[in-house]
């Protein structure tokens, strides 16, 4: 994200009369920006819990792998202790940048109306 | 005992800069919305820095390393899904919820379904999770000052409640929110460096050593005072040196204890050899070093079914968060839903540095003091490890640092729970000024102080989880339908939060009256929400479908204000605009 980016989208105000009280797109427009919204944030929790609890199912199918070793570190450690922290904070910008790209779409779709 | 004089002196200064700070802030206060939300905002890092202070409770500081010591590596689900909620409330809620403009979960009810009568359920189950999550927090005080002074149990439990109302009462949310920020920055030293210290100290750790074939064995020769009377479960002979009362013959020398339970009264001094197996307090599981490094919750207990007790936290701890009244007032002091996306982003980094380190001293606390197995006490093993493992001044200077470091905790937490209980009870349900609100803070103090009472036998973590498990069961569904569904109708939402909160915490009841310790009972009534949340996204959807007349009027307006990027609005106040 840029520094730029935020305070653009923080001053401008786009000029569009699809959002007046009576716009003829208002609940189309609305309904496609939810639509795509929400299929971004199923996408990413499909991502997240996919990630995450995979491990008590690997090792529930194979149970030697919790005495293995990582970095030194028993596996269980080095995966819930450390690893997987990075990993949700990565998924967290990832999706900040999709849902701030939707937006910005959105916004030229309206301007152009 | 010697290291009381520094730890006391900074609990004082912690709980000295509240104060101090919670009283800066009267002169501020002065307007029910000055109260309840402190004055909006606030720039996404100390947002952030703020959410995390007041997220960090007594579970996160002490709790975190004696469940890890006590039930073994798979309790990092705990730490790992207090912070991965933060991912679900970025995906679900962040930015519908702040361009929403409301204060409060009730608020949010009502503005986006139109029901008074939704608000005021809403505002029961507010009251429900601010006190069960207030619990922990004294239970949390009341240890402390006995494991630091010996005070009675009440004695933590009285200090904490009177401190924590006093100030709401005086100050409002104004002069906390600072101190919130604050706070992280106190709790991450005062883990962070003795963590850090420990591990130097302890010399790393050896390959293989924690998931070793065995229970924890004594590396040293350990001397154990027992402060409360515990029952020792004995699985192989060992040979201590005894000065007290054992299975009530008073000894003053060599004594064997073989296997079987052995009753140890306070007073008592046991002296272990090097190289003996710790005998663990009864009630504790005794793991092997493979069970014990295993990733599963409760993999050391009989037919507990490891998996899906696994997973049931998952859904608790992932899908709770989002449902937390005290932290989703916070959410409205940021300025507009990008810095609500920002300022989620920054809280999980937040969280991820803190949670590196309770782990430390779990994993120390096994191989270096197995004596904590002894006395039962892993809750302790925070407060306690410095000086097991640094002897003279080092030990007392790390030890009054994470005693400071868990009374912020329990004092940030316990603030902004009791800020949202007295809230909801004064604006929601009587709908006073701050008058009132100053007056619910006193009696919401008072009924947290009598059932902090009653909670010591209870895990720090297993409160804060059915506490969870409540929110996740009840706010979550409300949240995510009323924001992504349009047909959510107020009639469906009642249905939910009546079904999935009272399936919760029925069940939560019953395993804390003792029903259903073993087996699938113990699962379903221990963790519920594998089951209970389901049923509130189910009950709200069924009834909703059933119930379209009851559809809000003015529902595609609702969703402009959730949905519609802010530089598309028009300025007016019923978008949320300053």
Redesign the interface.
């Known amino acids: ?1 840029r520094a730029a980016d ?1 305070v653009e ?2 001053r ?3 000029n ?1 009369r699809a ?1 007046d009280e009576n716009g003829e797109y ?2 189309v427009l ?1 309904h496609s ?2 639509r795509a ?2 299929g971004l ?1 199923l996408s ?2 499909a991502l ?2 996919g990630v ?2 995979s ?3 690997v ?2 199918l194979a ?1 030697s792998l ?2 293995r ?1 990582l970095f ?6 080095a ?4 690893a ?3 990993v ?2 990565v ?3 990832a ?2 940048r999709l ?2 790209r939707t ?1 910005r779409h ?2 030229d779709l ?1 301007e152009k109306l | 005992m010697t290291f009381a004089p520094l730890a006391v002196g900074a609990i004082i200064v912690v709980t000295l800069i509240t104060m101090v700070v919670g009283a800066l802030g009267i002169r501020v206060a002065r307007t029910p919305d000055d109260f309840m939300v402190a004055a909006r905002a606030v720039p996404p890092f100390r947002n952030a820095a703020a959410i995390s202070g007041e997220y960090l409770s007594a579970a996160s500081f002490l709790g975190v390393a004696g469940l890890i010591l006590k039930d073994g ?2 309790m ?2 705990y730490p ?1 899904g207090y ?2 909620g ?3 409330l ?3 809620v962040a ?1 519908p919820l702040r361009r929403f403009g409301a204060y409060t979960i009730p608020d949010f009810a009502e503005g986006r379904l139109g029901e008074p009568r939704l608000r005021q359920v809403a505002t029961v189950f507010v009251l429900v999770i601010g006190w069960f999550y207030l619990l922990p927090q004294l239970k949390g005080a009341g240890l402390t000052l006995h494991v630091l002074l010996g005070t009675p149990y009440w004695v933590g439990v009285g200090v904490l409640a009177v401190v924590v109302t006093s100030n709401i009462a005086a100050g409002g949310m104004k002069g906390v929110t600072f101190v919130q920020a604050l706070q992280y920055w106190i709790k991450l030293v005062a883990i962070a460096v003795p963590a850090v210290v420990l591990l130097g100290v302890a010399g790393g ?1 050896h ?2 050593e ?2 070793r074939p065995a229970p924890p064995v004594f590396s040293t020769a350990t001397t154990i005072k027992v402060q409360t009377s515990v029952t020792l479960n004995v699985l192989t002979p060992v040979s201590v040196t005894a000065d007290g009362l054992v299975d009530g013959s008073r000894f003053d020398g060599p004594l064997t204890l073989d296997v079987g339970k052995h009753d140890v009264r306070n007073g008592a001094v046991l002296i272990f050899p090097a190289g003996a197996t710790a005998p663990h307090a009864s009630g504790l599981p005794v793991l092997d ?2 069970s014990w ?4 919750v409760n993999a050391g207990h009989r037919g507990a079914h490891p ?1 899906a007790s ?2 049931s936290l ?1 859904v608790a701890t ?1 899908l709770g968060t989002l449902g937390l009244p005290h932290i989703l007032v916070r959410f409205y002091t940021n ?2 839903g ?1 810095a609500a ?2 300022t ?2 920054i809280v ?2 937040l ?3 803190f ?2 380190f309770p ?1 430390v001293f779990a ?1 120390l606390g096994r191989l270096r003091d197995p004596g904590l197995y002894v006395t039962g006490q892993t809750d302790s093993v925070v407060l306690v490890l410095p000086h097991a493992l640094i002897s003279g001044i080092g030990g007392s200077v790390l030890g009054a640092l994470v005693a400071a470091g868990a009374f912020a905790a329990f004092l940030s937490t316990s603030s902004g729970l009791l800020v949202s209980v007295a809230g909801a009870m004064a604006h929601d349900l009587l709908r006073g000024g701050v008058r009132t609100f100053r007056r619910c803070a006193v009696v919401a103090g008072a009924v947290g102080l009598v059932a902090g009472l009653q909670v010591q036998r209870f895990d720090l973590n297993l409160l804060v989880g059915w506490c969870f498990a409540i929110a996740a069961s009840t706010f979550c569904p409300l949240l995510v339908l009323g924001i ?1 569904w349009r047909r959510l109708t107020w009639v469906g939402a009642i249905a939910g939060l009546v079904l999935g909160g009272g399936s919760s915490s029925v069940a939560i009841i019953l395993t804390m009256l003792g029903v259903g310790q073993n087996g699938w009972p113990g699962v379903l009534l221990g963790q519920p929400a594998i089951w209970t949340v389901p049923l509130a996204f189910v009950a709200m959807i069924v009834v909703s479908r059933a119930t379209p007349a009851y559809l809000p009027a003015d529902l ?1 307006s609702k ?2 204000q959730l ?8 300025r007016h106040p019923a978008y949320g605009e300053p």
């Open positions: 994200m935020v989208a923080g401008h105000s786009v569009s959002f208002r609940d609305l920006l939810m919204q929400f944030t990413f929790i997240a819990v995450l609890i491990l008590p199912l090792v529930g149970p919790a005495t070793h030194g570190l028993p596996l269980t450690l995966v819930l202790g450390i997987v922290y990075p949700l904070v998924i967290a910008i999706y900040v849902a701030e937006e959105f916004l309206v | 590596l798979g990092l689900w790992v912070a991965a933060y991912l679900m970025l995906l679900l930015a750790l390959r293989d924690l998931s070093g493979q490094v295993s990733p599963f998996l696994t997973y998952i992932f300025r507009d990008r996306r920002r989620t982003i999980l980094m969280l991820g540095g949670y590196l782990a994993v992504w595609e969703l402009l949905h519609l990027p802010e530089a598309l609005r028009p």
